[in-house]
């Protein structure tokens, strides 16, 4: 299978189980069987489209509120609303250890805990950020019916130890948030069907349970616990256990995000019967070639990465993402659009990210000073309250490190992440949402700092060139003309991560990135500002040329069995795939089968969802009909 054009999904429909309001990034439902992050939703009542990227369940109550009766506290208490958690709203919670103890502190599901089913993989997960201690662990007795304990580092943002060292059949992981806080977890599978309990503990030191210190503290906020191989984005709970929709987008498609009451409905639907994308059109905000793998736009308003795209109603075009960059000379530091302090930029030093020999090296000069390359005001107007993404691709040469900073607020508060480019790692954080390291290869990482602005005209962008390590310091020291870094594509983007990245030059852009060009036969081709680029609902028959079937994925509803009927566009019956009740089947097809009038449904008995997989048809005597 080469090629899978889009997953097409029977109608889909449930309510939701809890009130929302119009701001909420998550949609708590009755059920999410057979829903898809590749396709939105509508919640009918009040006709708003959403789109999310994830789909969650949290077994837990109280999820948040561990001072509610829910949680047991043995040996520990706990300050409701502490802290500012990492959602922004001061919900956090303090668990100190309860003075005259000896064993550590912990908070538990009261009762008889939580049930688990043998054979299934589950995911415990915890929010925590180090207190006047540093470690927090996750114990609990469902994997395999007695204590698992993993213990993790909210200082370093590392894993800990793990009791028993071996056998424990656990997996663990931590995730730096910023700002201190980290998002810890263990997966485990289960050996048998039983009740058992979950617990955190504030622990004195690693791999310990004695408690010597007393009335130690950790801040802990947002506990999931669920059937998953990976923690999945967390969904709050209050008086009962929920699966939703998570990071969801509201208002989608010119939608308005709107309150929306417990039982309304929730549906969504195929692609080529969504009804919910309007034809939608803007023009090229600068010639682009037959190569270029992102197409810049006057305006992305209304486009989503759902369906392909038109240029000049000739070249069709899929895309992975859609991204903005506010940066001018986004990869030519050498250009006066960016300060050099201390330093020099030596062009087209070595070979970029994308295979071009376009990336830059940031040299110190001989000083004893802080060495760095800068812009200032990069956002016009007021920032107030918007989240931005800051990245770049760093490799290490001399120099092994890189310190990006956001100065904001009218420079009042400075955000800072150090990066390790020799193992790609983040070091010292301060005063940011969340940082990412990502490896492009040949020793190159994406590097980038997420921040959401206070009150402010503008920001400041600085990288530093640090002399060695990832700790808060090593800025100031004595310059080598001979060190230095490679950097190359910088963006800044509103966001909470970094997009695909978009390159600039003289302007701001925005436009499609991840491009794939020449799709379904057509050919890739030059074309000039000002052309027409269009996105039109597949039900207007975009689809309408030669495609071959490479295979295809379909089940059954559970109501008896299925039959999918496919046809071409002038009604041609070609293929039928009949499934029994409750069944999957994954079916691949060698040489393909041909439909020189596009692939359309013309019947899905007892179907619940089907994905096709396809790849455009060229032949001299075959082309497309109406």
């Not at 050498?334 to 940031?362: E, Q, R, V």
Request: aromatic share 8%.
């Amino acid at each position: 299978m080469t090629q899978a054009t889009r997953s097409s999904l029977m109608s889909v429909d449930t309510t939701l189980s809890a009130n929302i309001d119009a701001t909420q990034n998550y949609i708590p439902v009755a059920s999410t069987t057979n829903f898809s992050t590749s396709v939105v939703a509508e919640i009918e009542t009040t006709n708003e489209v959403v789109s999310f990227t994830d789909i969650s369940e949290n077994n837990f109550q109280q999820s948040q509120t561990f001072d509610n009766g829910y949680w047991q506290k043995l040996r520990s208490t706990v300050t409701a609303d502490a802290t500012t958690a990492p959602d922004g709203t001061t919900t956090a919670e303090k668990l100190t250890q309860q003075s005259g103890q000896t064993s550590v502190g912990k908070i538990q599901v009261s009762g008889g805990g939580l049930p688990v089913t043998n054979t299934k993989t589950y995911t415990i997960s915890i929010h925590a950020k180090k207190g006047t201690t540093d470690f927090i662990a996750i114990s609990e007795n469902l994997i395999r019916g007695s204590s698992n304990t993993a213990w993790f580092n909210l200082n370093t943002g590392a894993v800990g130890a793990v009791s028993p060292s071996s056998g424990s059949n656990i997996t663990r992981a931590i995730s730096d948030l910023g700002n201190g806080w980290y998002r810890c977890s263990i997966t485990g599978t289960a050996d048998a069907t039983r009740t058992g309990q979950v617990g955190y503990l504030v622990c004195q030191s690693d791999g310990s349970s004695i408690c010597t210190s007393n009335t130690d503290d950790i801040y802990v906020w947002g506990a999931q616990f669920e059937e998953a191989s990976t923690a999945s984005t967390y969904l709050p709970t209050t008086s009962s256990v929920l699966v939703g929709l998570t990071d969801v987008t509201r208002g989608v498609n010119g939608t308005t995000a709107a309150t929306a009451s417990s039982g309304d409905a929730i549906q969504q639907l195929p692609y080529a019967a969504q009804g919910l994308l309007s034809p939608v059109s803007t023009t090229l905000s600068a010639n682009i070639t037959a190569a270029q793998d992102y197409v810049p736009l006057t305006s992305t308003n209304g486009f989503t990465d759902y369906l392909n795209a038109t240029i000049d109603s000739n070249e069709v075009v899929s895309f992975a993402s859609i991204s903005e960059n506010e940066v001018l000379y986004s990869q030519t530091y050498s250009n006066a659009y960016w300060t050099k302090s201390a330093s020099t930029i030596t062009a087209d030093a070595t070979t970029a990210p994308d295979g071009t020999t376009t990336a830059s090296k940031l040299n110190e000069t001989a000083a004893t000073t802080q060495f760095r390359v800068m812009r200032a005001s990069l956002v016009s107007g007021s920032a107030a309250s918007k989240t931005f993404t800051w990245s770049c691709f760093f490799k290490k040469a001399e120099r092994t490190a890189v310190r990006i900073e956001i100065y904001a607020d009218t420079q009042a508060v400075e955000s800072t992440a150090m990066f390790d480019l020799s193992n790609g790692t983040v070091g010292y954080t301060a005063n940011v949402d969340s940082t990412a390291i990502t490896s492009q290869g040949n020793d190159w990482y994406r590097c980038s700092l997420t921040r959401t602005m206070g009150a402010t005209a503008s920001a400041l962008r600085v990288y530093h060139m640090p002399a060695s390590g990832t700790s808060n310091g090593d800025q100031i020291y004595a310059g080598n003309t001979s060190n230095g870094i490679f950097l190359w594509g910088s963006q800044l983007e509103e966001a909470s991560s970094p997009s695909t990245y978009l390159p600039t030059t003289t302007t701001a852009l925005v436009g499609l990135t991840g491009v794939t060009r020449g799709v379904n036969g057509t050919t890739a081709a030059s074309a000039t500002s000002g052309d027409t680029v269009t996105q039109t609902p597949l039900s207007t028959g975009a689809l309408n040329m030669p495609l071959r079937l490479t295979g295809l994925s379909v089940s059954s509803d559970g109501t008896g069995a299925g039959r999918l009927t496919l046809c071409d566009k002038v009604g041609t019956h070609l293929c039928d795939v009949d499934i029994p009740d409750t069944k999957i089947f994954d079916l691949t097809f060698d040489g393909g089968i041909i439909f020189p009038n596009g692939i359309y449904v013309a019947n899905s008995d007892n179907i619940t969802a089907y994905t096709l997989y396809t790849s455009g048809y060229n032949s001299p005597n075959l082309t497309a009909g109406g």
